[in-house]
């Protein structure tokens, strides 16, 4: 499953580079995922991001945004006694 998402993501580089490193590159996320998924998802990103196509990263970062704001939001209406606490914590450490 790993390898199939590894591969759609493979499909952000540029035509000529997928090209020619493609198969090499998924052998060693295949090997890298024999020590352990984190660190073979780490590096995977952590190449991909700042080689992919233009235009890839903004997107990404935009959804990661919108997710924080999503949660976040979420997690106020279901702890608003919490919420309001913390609201007047702030509040008092800032003199009000």
């Known amino acids: 499953m790993s390898a ?3 591969r759609l993501l ?8 997928r090209r020619r490193w493609e198969e090499e590159m998924v052998d060693t996320f295949a090997l ?9 998802w780490s590096c ?23 997710a924080t704001l999503f949660f976040g939001l979420t997690w106020a209406l279901v702890n608003p006694t919490l919420l309001v ?12």
């Open 10 to 17: 493979l499909r952000l580089y540029p035509h000529e580079f």
């Open 44 to 66: 995977a990103l952590a190449e991909l991001l700042p080689t992919a196509r233009e235009g890839v990263v903004i997107p990404l970062v935009s959804l990661a945004g919108s």
């Open 4 to 6: 199939t998402i590894y």
């Open 32 to 40: 890298q995922l024999a020590d352990g998924w984190i660190d073979a």
């Open 85 to 96: 606490s913390l609201y007047h914590h702030a509040l008092q450490k800032l003199g009000g």
